[in-house]
C-alpha cells in the first residue's frame, strides 16, 4: 500500500493521537539554552547575561496553566475542532518540536512519516493493548518509553520511522523499491 500526501493529510484523528502523544512524551524531552543579554520572564523573574536555562518540554506538556485540568489524560479530541480540522496551537505550547528560528525543520516530515508507519503496523498487524501498564518514561535524553499503552505504537512507529528513513534515503533506486515492497508485504 503507497500512501500519498493526500492520504496522508486526512488522517486527523491520527495526527491529534501523535500530537498528543508527542505533548505527553516529547522525544526530546528538554533543551538547554544560554541568553546573550540580561532578560526579564513574562514570569518577572530576571536571568542574567549566560545563564544556563533549561527548558522542560516534558513539563511544559503536562501543566495545567497550559493544556487545562485535563492535562494528564490522553485525549487527541483536544487536538481537533468541531469542522473536524486539526486546530492551530502555537509551537510555544506544543513545544515538542521547539519554537522560533531553531524550531525543527523535519516537523512535517516527522508527522509524514509517523503517520505512514503507524497506517503500515495498523493495517499489517492486530495491535493489542495490554491492560493496567504504565508509561515509564527513561530520564534520557532521547526519552525511551516503557510499558506504553497509547504510547506503544507511536513508539514503535517512532523507532522504525528514523531506522526505515535513514534506510531508505540512503539507499539506491533498487533498495527503495525493495523497501516499498517490503512494506507492501510485510505481515505480523
Ligand atoms: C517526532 C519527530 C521529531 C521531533 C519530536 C523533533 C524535535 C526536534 C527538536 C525539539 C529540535 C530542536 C533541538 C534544539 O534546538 O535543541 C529539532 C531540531 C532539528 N530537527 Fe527535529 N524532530 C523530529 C523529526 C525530525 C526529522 C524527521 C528531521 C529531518 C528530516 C528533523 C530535523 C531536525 C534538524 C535538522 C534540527 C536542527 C535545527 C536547528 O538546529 O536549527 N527532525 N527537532
Redesign the pocket.
Known amino acids: 500500500m503507497k500512501f500519498t500526501l493526500e492520504d496522508l493529510s486526512k488522517l486527523v484523528y491520527l495526527h491529534a493521537a501523535l500530537c498528543e502523544t ?1 505533548r505527553l512524551f ?3 524531552p528538554f ?1 538547554l539554552r544560554k541568553n546573550k543579554e540580561t532578560d526579564t520572564l513574562p514570569s518577572g523573574h530576571e536571568i542574567k547575561m549566560n545563564t544556563d536555562v533549561l527548558i522542560s ?1 516534558y513539563a511544559i506538556g503536562r501543566m495545567r496553566s497550559v493544556w487545562g485540568e485535563d492535562c494528564y489524560e490522553f485525549k487527541p479530541e483536544r487536538w481537533i475542532s468541531e469542522d473536524g480540522q486539526i486546530k492551530y496551537v502555537p509551537p510555544q505550547k506544543f513545544f ?3 519554537a522560533g ?7 512535517e ?3 509524514n ?2 503517520k505512514i508507519i503507524a497506517a503500515t503496523v495498523i493495517q499489517n498487524y492486530e495491535v493489542q493493548i495490554l491492560e493496567n501498564q504504565g508509561v515509564i518514561p527513561k530520564m534520557e535524553f532521547l526519552k525511551a518509553i516503557e510499558d506504553a499503552c497509547e504510547a506503544i505504537l507511536v513508539g514503535y512507529v ?1 523507532a522504525k520511522c ?1 531506522w526505515k ?1 535513514q534506510k531508505y534515503w540512503t539507499g539506491t533506486a533498487k533498495e527503495r523499491t525493495q523497501y516499498t515492497s517490503s512494506i507492501e508485504h510485510t505481515e505480523g
Open positions: 508527542l516529547p522525544p526530546v533543551q518540554m515538542a518540536f521547539n528560528p531553531r524550531i525543527c525543520p523535519g516537523r516530515i516527522g508527522f512519516l509517523m517512532l528514523f528513513l
